[in-house]
């Protein structure tokens, strides 16, 4: 091959390359495989090598990491990146608008919203249409020079090429021209939540520490001198602003810097009014941990690029930009107590007593301390302040102790040694860390397996809550689940709140839940290790409470998916008079346990993942209809999974599934499937 030849094949690969690039980093989609890249991109390296004079700093091959720097230069912004002033309520953004319209005597703005990135924000400056340099944000006025290592990024383009469709041809060559001068776009370095749960994986089993979170990780990987360091990091890049007189308003620039090869955010959108500006970020939260990235809030700002230029600065923020954040996921506060609970299987758990703190829009007075080695490894103590999470509908926590602020003559907490109900000396079993009330008649596990057997999961009493449950037993007209069945609306009715039609209505319910399925009736004899995929199993197996009651041991640790320590939990359960007695009461009182349907082995053998909301059936419903056809309904995909149901709006585990090439199928299809 000539020069000349090779040179036209350069020009050639480089523009397929940076156009499946665009495909796969902006427009999440790819037109051929990995490998097929890989081999465009080693046809290049290979002519490179062979013409090194063709070489350009653009070129794809030259996201290689350099030599280690030193230190890092200094890069003066052309136009200082300034923090943006904070908002949590509703009431603040309404007073922020009310500010704006005074200023701009406007009396009707128009807004764009995005996702608030928990990243690392970067400029990146592009002369000719080619990356020259990247810089951090640093003190807001000079940032670290980390071109290098954003170079290794794939997500950032080298060369800036306009690859999307724009109609306005005037805007085109607006485009066109711009990108060929000096032309400046800030975004923020991040590392996806699966890139991170992966990469935090694998140093667990390499056995080296792990990182608290994406974002600590995205910024340490940045700034590093060497950016071979960098380059193994799974880094990516998202854009939010232009820094050049191209764009009339926010949202147009958002369509150029797709237009360009850069990943914009998806969910962003223009705001009429303070009401769009709301119900975005209500959404934005209810659904922020289906995103595929950290965000802690939305970023609100005047859409029209003159307006927001001509209401400047105030301090270190522009007027017309404002971060709506979510409420923290931790606080700080003080624990005024610990106390012990003892559950419906007798183990004992320590509960931290907190001063009432808000987080995530909760007000929370209570933390689990799992455990007490765990108290003993955080060195919890009474007025310790501490550091509380809460993640989701997850129980809130204590991660951290400040003991610098612990006040003089704290004491250790001194484990106890009797059951705080019962008196009972606790005991703990071999190769478990709880301790354990062995007292049956503990009045505190009597009221919480009460209250479990009630729930859904189990016998599913409608309007039988714990507090209905505590009248009931300080009334001693219950003390064991099968008492439920022997009441009467006489005896309901003397209790407080109660009058003889809400009496009638819960007698009512107990009377409709006598009719059991197996599997829910082996939920409610609350069984240690045994959940709801156990019982199913067990249900299956043996079809019904009797044979159940009869198996061996050996027969209990042959079915699939029960291992020796649950087997023998069971096997216990049954041997004791009291348990045999408690089936025995609850057949007298009319219990009816349904065996399981068997309607077929259609599915036998099959897995199935649900996402989604489901119009025709609950997703309850389906699962007991996949397993009633011989097939396992499972929480999350893998590659084994057979099918992935997607409902309306799917959410994570149907990306996953197109990752791993798990067949997916709609509503429609999975009816058809079972009929």
Known sequence: MTKEEAKKRIGKLKKTINRHRYLYHVKDTQEISDEALDSLKHELKKLEDEFPGLVTPDSPTQRVAGEALGKFKKIEHAIPMLSIEDIFEYE??????????????????????????????????????????????????????????????????????????????????????????????????????????????????????????????????????????????????????????????????????????????????ECSNIGDIYRYWRDIQKNREKLPYQIDGIIVSVNQNDLFEELGVAGKSPRAIRAFKFAPKQATTVVEDIKVHVGRTGAVTPVAVLRPVEIAGVTVSRATLHNFDEIQRLDVRKGDTVVV???????????????????????????????????????????????????????????????????????????????????????????????????????????????????????????????????????????????????????????????????????????????????????????????????????????????????????????FVFTGSLSGMSRFEAEKKVRELGGSPLGSVSKNTDYVVAGGEPGSKYADAKKLGVKTINEKEFLKLIK
């Open 92 to 269: 603040e953004l309404v007073s922020w608008e009310a500010y704006l319209k005074r200023l701009s005597g406007k009396k009707r703005l128009s807004y764009f919203c995005e996702v608030k990135m928990d990243g690392l924000a970067l400029s990146l400056n592009y002369k000719n249409g080619i990356l020259e340099s990247a810089a951090t944000r640093g003190n807001g006025q000079v940032g670290e020079d980390v071109t290098e290592n954003a170079k290794t990024i794939e997500s950032i383009p080298l060369k800036l090429e306009v690859f999307g469709n724009i109609k306005n041809s005037g805007l085109k060559n607006k485009i066109e021209s711009g990108i060929q001068n000096e032309f400046e776009v800030r975004g923020e370095v991040y590392i996806a939540k699966k890139d991170f749960d992966k990469f935090n994986r694998q140093r667990g089993k390499a056995g080296q520490d792990q990182y608290a979170n994406p974002r600590n990780l995205a910024a340490g990987s940045v700034r590093q001198l060497d950016s071979a360091f960098t380059s193994s990091r799974p880094l990516r890049f998202m854009a939010y602003d232009i820094i050049a007189q191209i764009a009339e308003n926010h949202l147009q620039e958002h369509k150029i810097l797709g237009a360009i090869g850069f990943k914009t955010d998806p969910t962003a959108m």
């Open 389 to 607: 999470e809460r993640a989701g509908d997850v129980i809130p926590k204590i991660t951290k102790v400040l003991k610098d602020m612990r006040p003089r003559g704290s004491k250790k907490f001194s484990n106890p040694r009797t059951c705080p109900q019962c008196d009972a000396k606790l005991q703990r079993k071999q190769g478990e860390v709880a301790l354990y009330c062995p007292n049956l008649k503990c009045p505190s596990r009597k009221h919480r397996y009460i209250n479990y057997f009630v729930s859904r999961l189990a016998f599913d009493i409608e309007g039988m809550g714990p507090k209905v449950v505590k009248k009931l037993m300080d009334a001693e007209l219950i003390s064991s689940p099968a008492d439920i069945f022997t009441l009467t609306e006489g005896d309901v009715e003397q209790l407080e709140g109660f009058a003889k039609k809400s009496a009638q209505n819960l007698i009512d319910e107990i009377n409709k839940s006598k009719k059991v399925t197996l599997s829910r009736f082996i939920i409610s004899l609350n069984i240690r290790h045994v959940g709801e995929e156990t019982a199913i199993d067990l249900a299956r197996e043996f079809g019904s409470i009797s044979k159940l009651q009869e198996a061996s041991l050996e027969k209990l640790e042959s079915i699939e998916g029960i291992g020796e320590v649950v087997a023998g939990q069971i096997y216990n359960w049954f041997a004791k008079y009291e348990n045999k007695q408690l089936i025995s009461d609850f057949l007298k009182e009319g219990v009816k346990i349904i065996p399981p349907a068997r309607t077929g082995t259609k599915l036998k053998g099959k897995t």
